[in-house]
């Protein structure tokens, strides 16, 4: 009897229930809702954070699913009715070769090439987004993507069922594209760039009572990053890393890793540490790197023009947040041109055996940057956020690396190629040990 009482479920209590704005805290109802009327700020999810201590130790989230699932107190669906498709608990890897060849000690891969379902890290904004959705009852889903978002949101909402109707500029990448339609949702190809497309969409979102993950889902949607946070802070042993460095588009997953390390450090799951945060931005679509640099409190907003399409937000609706962010940290936001984001690619598939697309890239020759210019302490932890797949995003890379050498199925024809390929230099750099 006693037994049967004590294995039976305590019913959890909810740890949200409502949205605030940014700036201003006027609340809001938990619905479909992104931006206060009153002072046009962002809203944000508001957790309760005692009914969240209370629900969470290290051992119950060790005890967890192997997903992003095990954070689920500090996620905000209101039911244990999630779409769960193995999504987060990606490996963090400690890097040995490229840590010595940019001359780091303590250098970790975060490494959502692998994650799951669709090898981008917004697998896990789009896994909250559509079981808030589900919970709010909406049964189409719809998405403005530079070309993972709309993968990730067919493939989820195919998983569970949802109709779906993604937006993407039309000049992406064939694999992003081919990666979105195997789902069978209806693509718009806009002819237009990410800001064009998110603009039609806002419009389309006020009249369709579709759920948009970005758009009027956002609030839950940005909270799916804080995982990228949490992930890192168990993976290190219960440790927050000294610095990090992580890619910006909006500026979404930057802002929501620093409130993940906040929210484990409130509940007590980690020890308060300062961590400095730098982020990375190609050239060619830079305004937050921009902002930063010239100490500006605003952003000027650009028109894209770079190989890394993933990244490309001229107008970043967290762009602002991402600059104080790296101000009061003590971070840095730099910018990498095309061909050393093609030299990133490169350098960590050589190092590490991590092929990641053009944000991956770029995010990697940011952080050699920073390493040159003294900006990474080589004991400190680092940690460097790599986002998405290569294979992905094959025409940034093609013309840039070797060929295979034909040969008949003939034992002379190999030992001719082979006494070739020794001559052949291989690679363009220079190993530098430390
Ligand atoms: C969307 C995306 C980002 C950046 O996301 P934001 O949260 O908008 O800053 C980084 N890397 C990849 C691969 C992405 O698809």
Redesign the pocket.
Known sequence: MTQAIATEKTPTKPTFSKLVSKDGGIEYEAKALYVCEETFSPLEVAYDYDVIRAQVSRESIEAGPNSIWRYRPFLPVATDNVIDVGTGMTPLVKSQRLARRLGLKNLYIKN?AVNMPTL???DR?VSVALSRARELGFTTVSCAS????ANSTAAIAAHAGLDCCVFIPSDLEAGKVLGTLIYNPTVMAVKGNYDQVNRLCSEVANSYGWGFVNINLRPYY?EG?KTLGFEVAEQLGWKLPDHIV?????????T?IYKGFQEFIKVGLVEDKPVRFSGAQAEGCSPVAQAFKAGRDFITPVKPNTIAK??A?GN???GMY?VEQAQKTGGTIESATDAEIVEGIKLLAETEGIFT?T??GTTIAVLKKLVEAGKIDPDETTVVYI??NGLKTQEAVQGCIGEPLTIDAKLDSFERAWERAQTLERLDWQPVLV
């Open positions: 959502d981008s890290f917004k904004v530079t070309g993972n978002l940005s990053s992580a890619p910006i588009a909006s500026g979404s997953l930057y929501k993933s990244i937000i970043p609706a967290d991402a697309e944000a991956g986002t998405g």
